[in-house]
């Protein structure tokens, strides 16, 4: 075998994730009810679009989640056996290999061809002088980079423009064939009503967005073929490659932190609201003192002793990467313990409301068990302030990983994240000249997650809330009131000046 695969503890848990939200995607496609709440968050222009950049950045997490160890050459002398290096790769990593391995001596600027800072070189008389070197990989193409280098950078961003805009546009195209299809009509009249809105689903926002990605993620191709595009840090690795492998650490802290807190959250809030009393009290009571201590010293304390045990037990772990990958899931449980008090709140306000309902009553008059009470009624009621609240909680995850790794309690120095490059880009703007592009690439790749994660979190409160229509929702009210025809698209309602049915009809006779 050319690999030797690698499942580390934070790979598992994604895995079970993976396979957790297909097993639910496939139960909502049975029951119209569970996923008609989900069909609404589709209707959201904004939702749309950020799930459309998000989804970029899960595909690079769940690439960057496939580890191995690659063959060596040599073989073992004793079994013949293939010998495997104590390198772990991702298949990630097997796919930016470029950008891997191609390392400078230390800072260059981006798109740059020379280092960032002089160094002493020996000119072919034998004297010396101080000079700005050129780079071994970036624009090492270019014979005079000071002439032909901007020319080179606009053509190439040119031609991966035009790539990315090709792709699109086959998308575009198939797109509208598979809707076509599905609708009944010819091709033309659904892009017009791709481009034009009138499509529950905004089709035109989720291509426009993809457009520009696509344009954007075919420029930096193209480019990174023969440039550092967001330059080169200290040691001289590239810094874009830094900041997509730092997306996987942020999915990894904002998905198992909220699969840890759940738990917690779930059981000691519906058990608090439900039963009440002295259940009631000692829940209150402890996530009350945990409420209470701050919890950048309880992490900092937890981790601390975590690592004292790692640095103690070294034959434990066969590699570096197994080490940090441990401290990351130590690192989520911590932050798992100490977060699930403000959900554990909300659920049990709603949980004293919904017991005191008539059905709740009426459940406890026949005699119904208490765990069939909790499970049949008082949580499928809870679920949508759980998922808006697991939704709108991911984002202060991810930056609480930045600012844990900042101040040196978060991830393992040696695993890559953005709050890791952060705390090394401190020292950087300290410099004479400055090092910008290490803290603007991590502040900017943080910046476009966590924006996407919130404007998918404020699409999903507006779906699962009840006081809140959708477009199309609203459109169908305010065609029925004015007497226009509706979209092909939405249901058309009963004209006013129409007879009532006659059920209508025999209740006005009775009434």
Not at 490 to 495: A, T
Request: glycine share 6%; with cysteine; hydrophobic share 50%.
């Amino acid at each position: 075998m050319p690999f030797d695969p690698v499942i580390l503890w934070t790979d598992a848990l994604v895995y079970l994730l993976v396979a957790t939200v297909l097993a639910i995607g496939w139960h909502m496609q049975r029951h119209t009810h569970l996923l008609m709440p989900w069909r609404r968050v589709t209707h959201s222009a904004s939702g749309m679009a950020a799930l459309t950049v998000l989804f970029f950045f899960i595909l690079i997490g769940l690439l960057d989640t496939i580890h191995f160890r690659p063959a060596l050459d040599k073989v073992s002398d004793n079994s013949g056996e293939k010998v495997y290096s104590v390198e772990v790769l991702s298949l990630f990593d097997i796919i930016v290999t470029p950008l891997r391995i191609r390392v400078e001596k230390t800072y260059s600027a981006p798109l740059s061809a020379h280092l960032y800072t002089k160094e002493t070189v020996e000119l072919p008389d034998g004297s010396q002088a101080r000079e700005f070197t050129r780079l071994t990989f970036g624009g090492a193409h270019l014979e005079d980079p000071e002439v032909q280098r901007i020319s080179d950078i606009t053509e190439r961003s040119i031609r991966g423009a035009a790539w990315g805009l090709l792709t699109w546009s086959l998308i575009v195209i198939s797109l509208g064939m598979l809707l076509a299809k599905r609708g009944k009509i010819n091709f033309l009249p659904m892009q017009s009503k791709i481009w034009s809105g009138a499509t529950e689903t905004p089709w035109h926002v989720i291509m426009i967005t993809l457009g520009l990605i696509l344009i954007l993620l075919g420029i930096v191709v193209t480019l990174s073929t023969h440039y550092h595009v967001l330059g080169t840090d200290k040691v001289g690795q590239d810094v874009l490659y830094q900041s997509l492998k730092s997306i996987r650490t942020g999915l990894v802290i904002g998905t198992l932190t909220t699969l840890i807190m759940l738990p917690f959250a779930l059981l000691l809030g519906i058990a608090a609201g439900y039963f009440r009393g002295w259940v009631d009290d000692i829940i209150q009571y402890t996530y009350t003192t945990l409420s209470s201590i701050p919890s950048v010293l309880l992490i900092a304390a937890a981790v601390l002793m975590m690592q004292v045990y790692i640095e103690t037990h070294p034959e434990m772990f066969e590699t570096i990467l197994a080490r940090a990958d441990l401290r990351l899931l130590f690192l989520c449980i911590i932050l798992g313990i100490t977060s699930w008090t403000g959900l554990c709140r909300l659920l049990r306000g709603e949980t004293l409301k919904l017991r005191e309902m008539e059905y709740i009553q009426a459940a406890h008059a026949f005699a119904i068990s208490h765990w069939r009470i909790i499970s049949r009624h008082i949580l499928p009621n809870v679920m949508h302030i759980v998922l808006i609240a697991i939704v709108m909680d991911f984002s202060s995850l991810v930056l609480a990983e930045a600012v844990l790794s900042y101040v040196g309690v978060g991830v393992d120095p040696s695993m890559i994240s953005f709050g890791t490059m952060i705390n090394a880009a401190r020292l950087e703007m300290a410099r004479e000249p400055m090092v910008w592009w290490t803290l603007l690439a991590a502040f900017g790749f943080m910046f476009v997650l966590v924006l996407s994660i919130n404007l998918f979190a404020d699409a999903v409160q507006n779906a699962f809330n009840p006081r809140i229509k959708t477009l199309s929702e609203r459109a169908s009210r305010s065609s029925h009131r004015s007497g226009k025809m509706l979209p092909s698209n939405l249901p058309p309602s009963r004209p006013a000046s129409a007879a009532p049915p006659p059920e209508a009809k025999n209740n006005k006779v009775h009434s």
